[in-house]
């Protein structure tokens, strides 16, 4: 049997390998939409949804605005009505992109191939030893390890670069692919922007080119002008509702940076140079934005506190407060840049709307989570300090002390029903990274206890407490924090999802949060360069086509060739081609020899 022919194997092979390259490149390119990925709605008509209904009706919602967008009629009342209007605020909030840099090739801090160079000076005198056996023993010590480390090192550093270089693109993919499709408002990056606090400023400010022109290309940091230091009388940022899909031109290119440890340092290790290069680059620590939802209904209106001060209603508005949570727990390496946070925090909470009144909603951004006892989420309470002089240098969580700060302080809840509001305080949710495996909970405090003294704080799986019917109870207040998983590869590439909007018969916001993950970097690595493979197959067989026109025998070029690759000290002869006579008959002779 004729085995096939270098060209035949070579279609057959791309019959196989186009399939599958199209396929996986079309899931790729589109997996917010094989993911079913979409900004949850509001419930139609105040309707109570199973969450498996309300993503299919998202999901269809959100296809529909990218059939109408393609279609040019978006913007056409008279032809895109939809039946169920996006939130009036979504927000695409990525976690932990960590972008690594030379700190992690090895060949940028310990150079290309030093035993060589150490060798070299062992050998040239350049160095003293105690005597020539010394002298020869460490040279033998240089040779072995050029081969095994310095090689190895050598390697490791060129699939380094290349892994930086490729991960820095499956980052933008997530970003682009989902921005893209679901339609965000607004965009926030959690912290940890950079992979580490300890960067000269060199290397921190190539790692933040590559963040604006290649993870994030396209889009821009927060105006200084427009992040604002709370005020009793402040104007807003902007306002909701606004563009066919409710959004604002603008803030959909802008990023909410929120400052990580990796970027700043934890309480021990944070500066005033650490946090002025974090500004410049990326935007303010501490500052707050409000937007405005404006009220269509004038009867709606004419209710609101502006209007008629006996009512309880303000008018519809979203703060979104940007904290610098870092250096909330003590002790902190620089005292004046606590007392800094710890001031924004005091006025963000000494301007915020009386408990009272219904209708604003605080979303707070910040990276490192609130304390949770053990066994609730993936990261543990844990506290780390530095022993040269005791400052805080790592944590996986806030202490119990800060985090009730955050509670009873910027949300105003509290276990006593004698306080204003009778502890219910503003309705608000959390927003933070830092936990890369990402968790979802509930903190609520049980008024009902007896014993006042023995009423705390409690959390628990946000699941659990819908279950248990502990959200929204009565004498329960809470508030629900989500701690978006990384969106790094080894984590899943994950986007989250927040939509908030406005009930107008409550009079209160909702929230409600999903999740939109690509998969790990391999799936970005496989699929293209499988493509390059499939292209590189097909442009050889064009070539091959090519010359085959011309008169070229390529076939059989490649299978010479092949034979002398393997054969190469034999002298290659044409099968039909006959012995000499001599040859005849040595071999006659060996065989008689051998019977």
């Known amino acids: 049997m004729t085995p096939p022919s270098p060209t035949a194997l070579l279609r057959h092979g791309l019959r196989f390998l186009i399939p599958l390259s199209v396929a996986l490149t079309v899931y790729l390119y589109l997996f917010p939409v094989f993911n079913t990925c979409a900004f949850p709605l509001p419930p139609a008509h105040g309707k109570t949804e199973p969450f498996s209904d309300t993503r299919r009706a998202a999901f269809i919602e959100t296809a529909k605005v990218q059939w109408h967008a393609a279609a040019g009629t978006a913007g056409n009342s008279t032809v895109f009505v939809p039946s169920r209007p996006l939130a009036p605020f979504r927000l695409l909030a990525l976690g932990d992109p960590q972008l690594e840099g030379d700190t992690s090739i090895p060949t940028d801090y310990l150079g290309v191939f030093p035993h060589a160079k150490s060798l070299f000076r062992h050998l040239t005198f350049q160095t003293d030893h105690p005597s020539l056996r010394q002298r020869i023993r460490q040279s033998f010590h240089d040779i072995v390890d050029i081969v095994f480390e310095d090689t190895y090192d050598l390697l490791e550093s060129l699939r380094k670069r290349v892994d930086l270089f490729g991960n820095d693109f499956y980052l933008a993919h997530i970003y682009r692919t989902v921005h893209w499709w679901t339609y965000p408002t607004h965009v926030s990056v959690l912290g940890d922007l950079v992979g580490s606090q300890w960067l000269d400023d060199t290397e921190f400010f190539r790692r933040v080119n590559r963040y604006w022109q290649r993870v994030f290309r396209g889009a821009e940091r927060v105006p200084d002008d427009l992040a604002a230091y709370p005020q009793e009388e402040y104007d807003v940022t902007g306002y909701l509702g606004g563009g066919p899909f409710n959004e604002s031109t603008a803030w959909t290119r802008r990023i909410i940076n929120v400052a990580g440890n990796h970027d700043i340092g934890y309480a021990g290790d944070i ?267 097909i442009l050889l067989l064009f070539v091959a086509w090519v010359l085959s026109a011309a008169g070229f025998n390529v076939d059989e070029t490649v299978c010479r060739s092949i034979m002398r690759f393997r054969t190469p000290n034999r002298k290659l002869t044409d099968p039909d081609t006959p012995l000499k006579e001599n040859e005849s008959t040595k071999g006659g002779d060996l065989g008689q020899v051998g019977g």
């Open 271 to 537: 500066t005033d140079e650490r946090a002025e290069r974090f500004e410049s680059a990326f935007g303010k620590i501490n500052y707050e934005l409000r937007f405005e939802l404006p009220l269509t209904n004038a009867s709606l209106a004419d209710t609101v506190y502006d209007v008629d001060p006996k009512s309880d209603r303000l008018l519809p508005e979203l703060r979104i407060v940007v904290l610098n949570d870092m250096n909330l727990d003590t002790p902190a390496a620089s005292t004046k840049l606590q007392d800094e946070t710890y001031s924004f925090i005091n006025n963000v909470i000494n301007t915020a709307a009386a408990v009272e009144f219904k209708g604003q909603f605080t979303l707070i951004l910040t990276h490192i989570p609130l304390y949770k006892p053990e066994g609730v989420c993936v990261d543990d309470p844990f506290f780390g300090f530095h022993e040269h002089d005791g400052t805080l240098r790592e944590q996986n969580q806030l202490s119990s002390a800060a985090s009730k700060g955050f509670l009873e302080g910027i949300l105003g809840m509290s276990g006593n029903t004698g306080a204003a509001g009778r502890g219910s305080g503003r309705r608000g949710i959390i927003l933070n990274g830092h936990d890369h495996e990402g968790c979802d909970t509930w903190h609520y405090i049980n008024q009902s206890i007896a014993d006042p003294e023995a009423r705390e704080w409690e959390v628990k799986r946000w699941r659990q407490a819908t279950g248990a019917g502990i959200v929204g109870r009565d004498n329960m207040p809470g508030v629900r924090e989500v701690t978006v998983r990384s969106m790094m590869g080894d984590f899943g590439g994950n986007a989250g999802l927040l939509s908030l909007w406005f009930d107008e018969a409550a009079w209160e916001w909702k929230a409600e949060y999903a999740t939109c993950p690509l998969g790990t970097q391999h799936l970005w690595w496989l699929v293209h360069i499988l493509d390059l493979i499939v292209v590189a197959g």
